[in-house]
């Protein structure tokens, strides 16, 4: 299950409303007055109780188990709504729905044991009290997996089991441009908390398989001491998906920044990544077709006029495939 496919949640009000909804339909068509009331009460117990626990059940389990989580998954779950917070909600949905089966199982005998109708209608509506109870108790967790959700459908649907090409490279060099021009498709943009702008995610399909290929502007495109705390674990969360890396250089002057500033940001980078693998690109190769550095093996690239796009796709299925 992906962090942005989980589906709608009701609030402990919606819950409870549809249950007893539900249950106010339950009709038994005996004769015997008490009798009637008897079977009626049980059976609109047993339904409230499921109509409550089901729902709850399904919410526990379309969040991702943290047992066999991604390490990425984990640590934007951290940077988003909190690891700690989600345990403890989801903790409370299942507890509430313990907690109203167990209120189920006991009212349905003192239901059945009942002579009167009265009486009968008395341990229903006691049972429906106890059960609605317990669900107002957890309602601030049921927002709390609202919100959850509603973050979780608005970053960028990054798949753990593809591998992924992250773009770096200072403001403005094309990183976009160039996803865009490499990507099966049009790329996603949405957006991390620790992203200055949204990121570009977009797919390269290869036969069967795909590479995911993604920027991180506000992130890989300036020095680390500008970086604050949550951009470094936004760095930190990115390792686990062990990217390669795709530096762009604009040597064309276009883009505002040095060539010496890009060279500092590309040697900071290299740094920090020497065990991953990396691809250089000199972007904009339509505007200086001619410029290059002393980078090895790097590859001139223009979405203008197309020059090396195929180059670089080529590359990176040579890195993930070959
Ligand atoms: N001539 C030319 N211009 C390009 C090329 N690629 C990108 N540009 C232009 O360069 C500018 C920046 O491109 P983007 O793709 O937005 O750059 P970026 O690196 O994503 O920028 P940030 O998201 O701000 O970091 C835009 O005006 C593009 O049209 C190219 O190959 N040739
Ligand atoms: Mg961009």
Do not use: C
């Not at 709608?8 to 339909?25: G, K, V």
């Not at 797919?203 to 506000?218: A, E, F, L, R, S």
């Amino acid at each position: 299950m992906n962090l942005q496919e989980i589906p709608t949640i009701a609030t402990a009000d919606e819950l409870i409303d549809r249950a007893l909804r539900r249950a106010s339909r339950v009709e038994e068509t005996v004769r015997n007055t008490d009798y009637r009331a008897r079977l009626t009460a049980v059976r609109k117990i047993h339904s409230v109780a499921d109509n409550i626990a089901n729902p709850l059940q399904s919410y526990v389990k379309v969040f991702p188990s943290f047992d066999n989580i991604h390490p990425f998954d984990r640590s934007i779950i951290d940077l988003t709504v909190g690891v700690d917070k989600l345990r403890k909600a989801l903790g409370a949905a299942d507890w509430a729905r313990k907690e109203v089966l167990m209120i189920g199982t006991k009212y349905v005998p003192k239901a059945r044991a009942r002579k009167s109708a009265e009486n009968t209608m008395k341990i229903m509506s006691e049972a429906y009290t106890k059960m609605t109870n317990v669900i107002r108790q957890i309602s601030k967790h049921l927002d709390f997996l609202i919100s959850a959700r509603s973050i979780f459908r608005n970053l960028p649907n990054v798949n753990t089991d593809q591998p992924v090409a992250v773009f770096a490279g200072a403001p403005n060099v094309g990183k976009s441009s160039l996803i865009r021009a490499i990507s099966t498709g049009k790329p996603e943009v949405k957006s991390y908390p620790f992203t200055t702008k949204g990121v570009s995610l977009g797919h390269i399909k290869v036969k069967y398989d795909i590479i995911q290929v993604m920027d991180t502007p506000g992130l890989l495109d300036r020095p680390d001491i500008d970086r604050n705390d949550m951009e470094k674990q936004g760095i930190a969360a990115l390792d686990h998906l062990e990217p390669v890396i795709v530096f762009l250089t604009d040597l064309s002057g276009t883009s505002g920044y040095s060539i010496d500033t890009q060279k500092a940001l590309h040697s900071e980078l290299k740094a920090r990544y020497s065990d991953y693998n990396w691809l250089d690109i000199y972007s904009k190769s339509d505007l200086d077709p001619e410029a290059s550095l002393d980078y090895s093996n790097a590859i001139s690239v223009s979405v203008m006029d197309d020059t090396g796009v195929d180059t670089l796709k080529s590359e990176l299925k040579n890195i993930f495939f070959e």
